[in-house]
């Protein structure tokens, strides 16, 4: 069964800022990032524990994946079931974002 996918109300803003970002700094390679994350969310729905649990948090079932190309994280919760909840986009390089 595929998960089906969702994204809080901050995630929807980093997406939005990180794709506008990518573009306006990686002209030649504009559409990376939204090739990159829509490919990992497809994945995302056929394997929904395929990120790396992260441990330092309150949060239960949070995970992450690294989209090597962009170097952006991906956090999210898989609620169980088929449910998955994007929480955040953030740059790889930067201090965890606080969930």
Known sequence: MRA???FSARASRETYAAGLHWRQEHPTKADAFTDELGA??????EYPQLGRRVLA???????RIL??????????RFKG??????????KANRRPPKL
Do not use: A, D, P, Q
């Open 4 to 6: 089906s996918i969702s």
């Open 40 to 45: 990992t969310l497809e994945r995302l729905e």
């Open 57 to 63: 948090t309150k949060r239960s079932n949070l995970r």
């Open 67 to 76: 989209l090597l190309t962009t170097g952006f994280h991906l956090y999210y």
């Open 81 to 90: 079931g088929n449910e998955v909840l994007v929480l955040s986009i953030w």
